[in-house]
């Protein structure tokens, strides 16, 4: 498998440029219609190339919860300890992001964004 970084930054770019829009982008594929987090160039599950973006509702439930105690670069350190989990969007996407402390397998949860340095990212919190 071959990669390059600059590859991997175009691909994703669509989402990246939602996340500054404070949107959640997912991939969906036209041959199969399943759908799947960005930065692919086919689909992961029948390897069509027909791939189109969607925005996502931000809603989902969590499919895996790590509590992170010592981060992994300078960038996070201030935010160590941190919870990330892997939540399965509604739309059947599966996307990892920070989350509230103490959120729990199979909690619904809707995605909101937070700047950290020049980054936006995501965080989940439980809902209702
Ligand atoms: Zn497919």
């Known amino acids: 498998m ?8 175009s691909l ?3 989402y990246l440029e939602g996340l500054t829009q404070q949107v959640l982008r997912y991939q969906q594929c ?7 987090t960005f930065a692919h160039d086919a689909c ?8 189109v973006w969607h925005n996502s509702t931000g809603r989902g ?18 935010l160590a300890p941190y919870t990330l989990v892997v939540v399965t969007l509604e739309e059947g996407a599966r996307l990892m992001g920070h989350a ?8 619904a949860v809707t995605a909101i964004f937070f700047k950290h340095l020049d980054q936006t990212l995501v965080r989940f919190e439980p809902i209702g």
Do not use: W, Y
């Not at 071959?2 to 930054?9: A, F, I, K, L, Y």
């Not at 992961?44 to 791939?51: D, M, S, V």
């Open 44 to 51: 992961q599950f029948c390897g069509a190339e027909a791939l």
């Open 12 to 14: 994703a770019q669509p």
């Open 30 to 36: 036209t041959a199969c219609s399943r759908a799947q």
């Open 100 to 107: 509230t402390p103490g959120v729990k397998i199979g909690d």
């Open 2 to 9: 071959t990669t390059n970084q600059s590859v991997m930054t």
């Open 61 to 78: 439930h969590v499919h895996a919860v790590t509590v992170v105690g010592r981060a992994p670069s300078d960038a996070f350190r201030a």
